[in-house]
């Protein structure tokens, strides 16, 4: 029998968490039939090195790098005039996108008009502006604009039922398994109902939005959560603490937004957001990322119960999170402490 199987990428923090370079880890491995965008729009910016070059996706999945079938699924919102400027930024870097990168029909549209009110109206909580809220808004209003009546994107379209379950019907007695990879935008604090609300995106960032794309729960397989030793936030709540450590950790870190290049708020990592993180998303597997920029402001520090917990060194610290994590089911073979440029 074929199996359908779907592996997630999810953030645990406030995005930008390096969910990208996981997923062109996993890609590599060459196993995976699609790669599934689950949720969110424009307003997502993945930084991708590939072959040595610097991408910077805001839609399309990683999976197009790999010549993977890449989808947007229909837990999305697609701006098409964003996604068209993509694929050719994608083909003018030498990324075969044809026969790649496919829609799903049921998909809604970012608009001018969302474009629009989300600049005005979006400053309040800071959006990226990039017009996703009214777009949800409108999606469940019932009143929004689907993928399916635009016309420039016809040869794009597909039925994600088709898309899965049509393969996997062709495979029967083929023993060809259906596989994919699922890859989140935004992140466990930004999510319409776990974020700290109105602070928040407007769709649904943990695991359980992968299901909203026509898949089933028991095919979820591994579950990464990405995460970074400390935190880092974009909007317009206050997030940094005072002190210059925090500013710090935002020049070596390179904390600047990948879609509207606005500085990064930072603080010391929250133990019990990643635990709730870790829950939620029923995370198998755990990247920790940036390792290497309190190694540059000699700091170890994080948030466990309200309180801050100073250490002596990275080990002391690496070895308490690891305790923590052992706690939630997480074993040594399943966390990876990660730096920035480093490959995992
Ligand atoms: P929106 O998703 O543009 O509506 O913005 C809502 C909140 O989510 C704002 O605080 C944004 O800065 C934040 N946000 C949206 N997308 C991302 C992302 O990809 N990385 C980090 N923050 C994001
Ligand atoms: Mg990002």
Redesign the pocket.
């Given at each position: 029998m074929p199996k359908l199987t779907v592996d997630v990428i999810v953030d645990l923090q406030?995005?930008?968490c390096g969910k990208g370079k996981v997923a062109h880890h996993l890609c590599e491995s060459g196993t995976y039939t699609h790669v599934l965008r689950y949720n969110?729009g424009a307003?997502?910016?993945h930084t991708i090195f590939h072959r040595g070059k610097k991408f910077i996706t805001h839609q399309i999945p990683a999976g197009v790098f790999f010549g993977i079938r890449s989808v947007v699924g229909n837990g999305c919102v697609l701006d098409p005039i964003q996604f068209f400027n993509e694929l050719k930024t994608l083909k003018e870097g030498g990324v075969d996108t044809k026969d790649k990168v496919f829609v799903a029909e049921n998909t809604h549209i970012i608009t001018e008009a969302h474009r629009d009110e989300?600049r005005r109206e979006?400053v309040r909580?800071?959006?990226?502006?990039?017009g996703?809220?009214p777009a949800y808004r409108e999606k469940y209003g019932r009143t929004g604009v689907r993928a399916a009546d635009v016309p420039e994107l016809k040869p794009y379209l597909v039925n994600v039922y088709d898309e899965w379950y049509g393969l996997f019907d062709k495979a029967q007695g083929k023993r060809k398994n259906v596989r994919i990879l699922a890859e989140g935008?935004?992140g466990f604090g930004?999510d319409i109902d776990w974020g700290d609300y109105p602070?928040?995106?407007?769709s649904h960032c943990t695991t359980a939005g992968v299901l909203l794309n026509g898949l089933p729960p028991q095919a979820v397989g591994s579950v990464w959560g990405v995460a970074k030793v400390y935190e880092t936030y974009?909007?317009s709540k206050k997030f940094q603490p005072d002190g210059d450590v925090f500013n710090k950790i935002a020049d070596v870190g390179e904390e600047f937004?990948a879609?509207t290049g606005r500085r990064r708020q930072t603080n010391w990592m929250n133990m019990q957001t990643l635990e709730r993180a870790i829950r939620i998303n029923g995370v198998t597997h755990i990247v920790l990322n940036k390792v290497d920029v309190l190694r540059a402001v000699k700091q170890w520090a994080l948030y466990d119960k309200e309180r801050k917990v100073e250490f002596k060194g990275e080990k002391e610290m690496k070895a308490f999170i690891t305790e923590r994590l052992n706690k939630l089911g997480l074993s040594e073979h399943t966390i990876f402490f990660s730096e920035s440029r480093e490959r995992i």
């Open positions: 406030y995005g930008d969110g307003n997502a910016g989300d979006g909580i800071g959006t990226t502006g990039r996703n809220g935008a935004q930004l602070y928040v995106t407007s974009v909007g937004g879609t």
